[in-house]
């Protein structure tokens, strides 16, 4: 488990974290959520030694990460996959980090096989790598010691989708083992999916962690959106009892919750298709939390993350 | 802020007694390897290798016959490794910052002097095997000094071996180590170890001949200047001469290599 204590990285007057504590417990996957620059790159740097804290501190299992003895054995750390020699191919770059952990050379192809690199692919040099190919080198890094405990900063950054749902998969699998992981992203629908826990950060400081669940308790949503066989009966329906409703592509937007427009449609009988919250939940929440620190003006910020998740899957 | 109780929760502590540190030698053995897994590193190498092989056959074809002992034939290589070794070393450390891949040297190994150590021992094991490489190409060059005419001695000086190949040498790779944590970035380093090795020795010797008071101290406090009696005349530096190779390699390279050292301790590798 990862233990982070007030910890604070201060850069002349800038304040890149700013005393930020909290824990990863193992057995989950604790997913750390921010827009760019908000400080999840150097809490991350700090957890493993690149960069000092200006005060605080990170252990790892009871440890400061410097006081563990070959440490790739105990924590796989992913912090930037192109952080390479491009002119290594990406089997020798697996070799190098297996020989000083001191792991067996067979240690190298099976990591090879289990991210899909094949044989031509690890021959090649880094540089001719696409970024999903070197997320997946860097993820078989990570994961050469066998640690107990896995630290990556977006590593689902240029992965296809396939690739996502793939890493997706191997995450839960191995928190279910018992390993603690931790990975950051600045797109919520890649860490909603997948972490059990999530910590928002903004600006240098926590603005919210817990469960999905426990993010959401306190927010209600106001608004629906909804698409029924009869449209116009439903838009009746709820217009007589009060709820403000537009069309809204092929369907409805009513300015109530979900619930009271599938209770209007059970009471009149209407077969609805489709049927769902207006505005993201979470997402309404991450922004509505980071807006002081996003880049973006507020009125610009539903844009801006719906391109930014379209791009990347 | 969030939801941390730390100091209550279980710690689960990592079972350290199962993963020994990482011996010194497997470090020193992967930074080796490190140097020549490239293209950059290996073509580097086998440049200078040929380098010397045709500075060989050049020397056999030109020098007079009575100059082609064994002695002679070693010199070529003592002076084209002289300037091209401390490179190697310029790269061992600069790669790490300019290819990035520090990130992941200094995370597998945290203890960042330990890694320095690795590189001097690596780079140290470079430079002999490259020297090795350079005395069988010097037998050869001497053999084939045969065959253009010469009758050589096969006699060796202690001098040349230990002075004007092996010591300076060894100096050449540390300066190359000092620059390249100094200045962390590879063209750069390069570049400031030849204004070090040409222009500034230039410089210093227009100087001396400039003016006499100069050409006394210069010695003393200019490096390159004071290693000339390693490398030639007779290679036995009388006892003043070792003075000031103490004082100037004092200042050019004791104190940049402890500078060096302590920045590459404390840098940031982004």
Not at chain 1, 60 to 81: E, K, S, T, W
Not at chain 2, 11 to 37: G, I, N
């Amino acid at each position: 488990m990862i233990t982070v204590e007030s910890l604070t990285r201060r850069y002349g007057a800038f304040t890149a974290v700013d005393d930020v504590s909290f824990v990863c417990q193992p057995g989950r996957v604790t997913g750390f959520l921010g827009p760019n620059g908000a400080g999840k790159t150097t809490t991350m740097r700090v957890m493993v030694g690149l960069t000092q804290p200006t005060s605080g501190r990170v252990t790892i299992g009871g440890h400061r990460y410097a006081d563990i003895p070959n440490p790739g054995r105990h924590v796989g750390v992913l912090l930037d996959a192109s952080a390479q020699h491009a002119g290594r191919t990406g089997r020798e770059i697996l070799t190098i980090g297996a020989e000083t952990m001191g792991l067996p050379k067979s240690r190298v192809d099976e990591m090879l096989r289990m991210v899909s690199l094949d044989d031509r692919e690890a021959k090649r040099r880094l540089k001719n790598y696409s970024l999903g190919m070197k997320q997946r080198l860097g993820i078989a890094h990570a994961l050469l010691g066998d640690p107990s405990v896995l630290i990556l900063d977006e590593p689902a950054n240029g992965l296809d989708p396939a690739g996502i749902r793939w890493m997706r998969g191997l995450l839960k699998d191995y928190a279910d083992r018992g390993g603690t992981v931790l990975l950051s992203s600045h797109l919520l629908h890649e860490v909603e999916q997948i972490a059990d826990e999530m910590i928002l950060i903004g600006r240098g400081r926590i603005v919210a962690s817990g469960t999905k669940e426990q993010l959401l308790a306190g927010t209600e949503t106001k608004a629906a959106h909804v698409t029924a066989l009869d449209n116009d009966l439903l838009a009746k329906a709820l217009q007589a009892k009060g709820v403000t409703v537009a069309a809204a592509g092929t369907g409805l937007r009513a300015e109530c919750a979900p619930v009271e427009v599938g209770r209007v449609a059970a009471e009149q009988a209407i077969v609805l298709t489709d049927l769902r919250s207006a505005g993201g939940g979470l997402e309404d929440l991450f922004l509505s939390l980071t807006e002081d620190t996003q880049r973006e003006a507020p009125a610009q910020t539903p844009s801006a993350p719906a391109t930014a998740e379209g791009t990347a899957r | 802020m969030s939801a941390t109780s730390a100091s209550t929760a279980n710690p689960r502590p990592l079972d350290l007694a199962s993963t020994p540190q990482v011996p010194l030698t497997r470090l020193a053995k992967v930074e080796y390897r490190k140097a020549l897994d490239t293209r950059a590193g290996r073509w580097f190498i086998a440049a200078i290798l040929l380098l010397v092989v045709a500075v060989e056959v050049i020397y056999a074809f030109a020098a007079g016959d009575d100059q082609k002992n064994f002695q002679d034939f070693l010199q070529v290589p003592g002076a084209v490794l002289g300037y091209f070794l401390p490179i190697i070393a310029i790269m061992l450390v600069t790669s790490e910052a300019s290819q990035r891949n520090g990130l992941v040297t200094f995370t597998l190994e945290p203890r960042r002097s330990r890694v320095v150590l690795a590189k001097f021992l690596a780079g140290l094991g470079l430079a002999v095997s490259v020297m090795v490489l350079g005395l069988v190409l010097a037998v050869l060059g001497t053999l084939f000094g045969i065959v253009t005419g010469g009758s050589p001695s096969w006699s060796l000086d202690t001098g040349i071996v230990v002075n004007a190949i092996v010591l300076a040498n060894v100096i050449g790779v540390f300066v190359g180590f000092a620059l390249a944590m100094l200045i962390m970035n590879t063209p750069a380093a390069i570049v400031g170890y030849f204004v070090y090795s040409f222009i500034l020795p230039t410089a210093v010797g227009i100087l001396r001949a400039l003016s006499d008071g100069f050409d006394k101290i210069a010695p003393w406090i200019e490096f390159n200047t004071a290693q000339t009696p390693l490398i030639s005349g007779d290679f036995s530096p009388t006892g003043e001469q070792w003075a000031q190779i103490a004082t100037s390699g004092f200042i050019w390279l004791i104190v940049p290599l402890a500078i060096g050292i302590w920045r590459l301790l404390r840098i940031e590798f982004k």
